[in-house]
C-alpha cells in the first residue's frame, strides 16, 4: 500500500472491529463507513473481504497482521 489513507483506513478498520463467531471461528468485523475506494483497495490486497449487500467487512489474518505494523509505524498504541 501506498496511499496513507488506505493504511489509516485499514488502521481504523482493525481498531472499530467486533469479533463474530461464525461457525468456522472467530472474525473480525466492521462496519464499512469508510472511501469506498480504501475499501477496494483493500479488499484488492486480501486485507478485508467485502460482500456488496452487507453493511460490513471482515478482516483477513494478513490485514490483521498488516493493521497492526500500521499501528507501529504511525506510533497508535492499542488500549
Known amino acids: 500500500m501506498k496511499d496513507p489513507i488506505d493504511e489509516l483506513t485499514l488502521v481504523l478498520l482493525y481498531l472499530t472491529s467486533f469479533k ?12 464499512k463507513g469508510y472511501p469506498f475506494e480504501s475499501l477496494n483497495e483493500l479488499s484488492e490486497n486480501d486485507f478485508i473481504h467485502d460482500s456488496k449487500r452487507s453493511k460490513s467487512v471482515y478482516l483477513t489474518e494478513k490485514g490483521i497482521e498488516i493493521a497492526k505494523e500500521l ?9
Open 20 to 31: 463474530e463467531d461464525i461457525g468456522l471461528g472467530e472474525v473480525h468485523r466492521s462496519w
Open 71 to 79: 499501528m507501529k509505524k504511525y506510533n497508535i498504541i492499542e488500549q
